[in-house]
């Protein structure tokens, strides 16, 4: 009865680390200016929704299976070359109260292109009377990207829009007619006039029409502050507020605004920050997360 009693209490000596709450949290220890990464957070029990803080923004998730991923990025800033960045996860786990767990990220830098194209006139100086049309859909996309819906699970795996490959990089700096501009916000790919453009993932369309310099655009809203945009399209299939599926097809690609031919332009943002799509589409590209244990 001795040995009973002192196996009984033994094991309950032991239960709460056997039965201690856990959560793994996975980003990378660093990544590149402009460049896209995950954060991934899986618990070993049900959690509330999910606050992800980052450079001073705050998205909320809903976990699935208790589990959630979002896409997060260094805007292609030269000065925060070398800075280090908090992220920060937190939510409530039931009798435990709310959890917080914060990570550290070194932001290094990375070399971009150079472009040097040569475009209509216009779209370099545009005429006075294009000057209040440009200023009001900046205001229209400005709004789009301030788009905060509740994220959950994005994928690891999006749609390659159209099948052709890359013709132009993110964030290269631009000389347009001689005259430098700011760097390229976006991957354009080798696009016909009259391609299907395909939905990279899940989401809603938050906007969409035809603009000065984008011609023909669509923007997606994927949850937690993450959304991708299709320029220079010859037709929109899609409307503000329609939910599309991944693989959807929602407009026919062209060569509509500030363009040197047909194509798409394709662009991703993470809280209003342009990040590079291709390492979406190419996974392998990448930052390699560090996957770290927390118990409590």
Same mark, same amino acid.
């Given at each position: 009865?001795?040995?009973?009693?002192?196996?009984?209490?033994?094991?309950?000596?032991?239960?709460?680390?056997?039965?201690?709450?856990?959560?793994?949290?996975?980003?990378?220890?660093?990544?590149?200016?402009?460049?896209?990464?995950?954060? %991934?957070?899986?618990?070993? %029990?049900?959690?509330?929704?999910?606050?992800?803080?980052?450079?001073?923004?705050?998205?909320?998730?809903?976990?699935?299976?208790?589990?959630?991923?979002?896409?997060?990025?260094?805007?292609?800033?030269?000065?925060?070359?070398?800075?280090?960045?908090?992220?920060?996860? %937190?939510?409530?786990?039931?009798?435990?109260?709310?959890?917080?767990?914060?990570?550290?990220?070194?932001?290094t830098g990375y070399r971009y292109p150079k472009?040097?194209?040569?475009?209509?006139?216009?779209?370099?100086?545009?005429?006075?009377?294009?000057?209040?049309?440009?200023?009001?859909?900046?205001?229209?996309?400005?709004?789009?990207?301030?788009?905060?819906?509740?994220?959950?699970v994005l994928p690891r795996r999006y749609v390659?829009?159209?099948?052709?490959?890359?013709?132009?990089?993110?964030?290269?700096?631009?000389?347009?007619?001689?005259?430098?501009?700011?760097? @390229?916000?976006?991957?354009?790919?080798?696009?016909?006039?009259?391609?299907?453009?395909?939905?990279?993932?899940?989401?809603?369309?938050?906007?969409?029409?035809? @603009?000065?310099?984008?011609?023909?655009?669509?923007?997606?809203? @994927?949850?937690?502050?993450?959304?991708?945009?299709?320029?220079h399209l010859s037709k929109n299939l899609v409307?503000?507020?329609?939910?599309?599926?991944?693989?959807?097809?929602?407009?026919?690609?062209?060569?509509?605004?500030?363009?040197?031919?047909?194509?798409?332009?394709?662009?991703?943002?993470?809280?209003?920050?342009?990040?590079?799509?291709?390492?979406?589409?190419?996974?392998?590209?990448?930052?390699?997360?560090?996957?770290?244990?927390?118990?409590?």
């Amino acid at each position: 009865m001795k040995k009973f009693v002192l196996a009984l209490l033994l094991t309950f000596a032991f239960m709460p680390a056997a039965f201690a709450a856990r959560m793994r949290l996975t980003v990378p220890e660093e990544a590149p200016i402009g460049q896209p990464f995950f954060l %991934e957070l899986r618990a070993n %029990e049900a959690i509330g929704d999910v606050t992800v803080t980052w450079r001073g923004q705050k998205f909320v998730l809903a976990p699935r299976r208790n589990a959630v991923r979002t896409i997060l990025g260094a805007p292609n800033d030269a000065k925060l070359a070398g800075s280090t960045l908090p992220v920060q996860v %937190e939510f409530d786990c039931g009798a435990k109260g709310r959890i917080r767990a914060e990570r550290k990220i070194k932001v290094t830098g990375y070399r971009y292109p150079k472009q040097v194209l040569t475009v209509a006139p216009k779209m370099v100086t545009p005429p006075q009377s294009k000057l209040k049309r440009i200023a009001e859909e900046r205001q229209l996309v400005r709004k789009a990207l301030a788009t905060r819906s509740k994220g959950g699970v994005l994928p690891r795996r999006y749609v390659p829009p159209v099948p052709g490959i890359p013709t132009a990089y993110f964030g290269g700096f631009r000389v347009y007619n001689g005259v430098p501009r700011s760097g @390229h916000g976006g991957l354009d790919l080798r696009a016909a006039v009259g391609t299907p453009v395909r939905a990279i993932a899940d989401g809603t369309v938050v906007l969409e029409g035809a @603009h000065y310099f984008s011609g023909g655009a669509v923007y997606v809203d @994927h949850g937690s502050g993450v959304l991708s945009a299709y320029f220079h399209l010859s037709k929109n299939l899609v409307k503000a507020g329609q939910k599309v599926k991944a693989g959807d097809a929602i407009a026919l690609s062209g060569a509509t605004g500030r363009v040197t031919g047909p194509h798409l332009h394709l662009s991703l943002f993470s809280g209003g920050a342009a990040l590079d799509p291709l390492p979406l589409l190419e996974p392998q590209r990448l930052p390699k997360g560090v996957e770290v244990l927390y118990e409590f």
